[in-house]
């Protein structure tokens, strides 16, 4: 009897999920030349790569060093300035503050997490920085928007267009925070 070798499935960072690339075209709308840049739970990246692409001062976050390893490796293969830094944003360190946009693409898949990200943007967030965050379905943003501590609200909410893995029509839920 054969048995089919065990596969082993590629860590959520590995994937370029329909969230992510929401957010880099986001970011490509926006004027970022010369702004502090915090992409947290970066992944791959693409935002935060994005962003240093048009002149942003950019640090890629992730709580797995792996994925940071990628996203310096990305930007040295474009000849773009990225920095990195593991961070958990459940547990945000006091040296990473003062961010004049924060960005996130999909992190708010565990319940728990739109409560610990509105906490850390205190931080996070420079005083009157914004945040741009792109989910998958509106209940995560809803979630995080309740969770939002006094002086940061929601800016603007929009459903924008993309296309799932499997090819097919979606929209994605793009919240921006400002920080009063």
């Known amino acids: 009897m054969l048995l089919a070798a065990a596969v082993e499935e590629a860590p959520y960072w590995a994937e370029l999920w329909p969230s992510a690339r929401a957010l880099a075209e986001a970011v490509v709308a926006r004027d970022v030349r010369g702004l502090r840049v915090l992409e ?4 791959l990246g693409l935002p935060a790569l994005v962003a240093a692409a048009h002149g ?7 709580v797995d060093p792996a994925a940071l390893q990628y996203v ?9 300035e990225v ?3 593991e961070l958990d944003f459940a547990v945000p360190s006091p040296s990473l ?9 999909d992190v708010l ?19 009157h920085g914004r945040a741009l965050l792109t989910c998958p379905w509106r209940g995560q943003a809803d979630r995080l928007a309740a969770s939002l501590p006094t002086g940061i609200r929601v800016a603007s909410r929009a459903m924008v267009p993309a296309i799932s ?6 929209e994605i839920d793009l919240v921006e925070l400002a920080h009063d």
Request: glycine share 8%; aromatic share 6%.
């Open 40 to 43: 947290v739970g970066a992944g």
């Open 56 to 62: 942003a001062d950019v640090t890629a976050s992730d």
């Open 72 to 80: 310096l490796e990305s930007a040295r293969a474009s000849d773009l």
């Open 83 to 85: 920095a990195v830094a």
């Open 97 to 105: 503050s003062g961010f004049d946009l924060v960005l996130a693409a």
């Open 109 to 127: 898949y565990v319940d728990a997490s739109a409560a610990q990200l509105a906490a850390a943007l205190s931080q996070l967030l420079a005083p």
């Open 165 to 170: 893995f499997r090819g097919q029509p979606m």
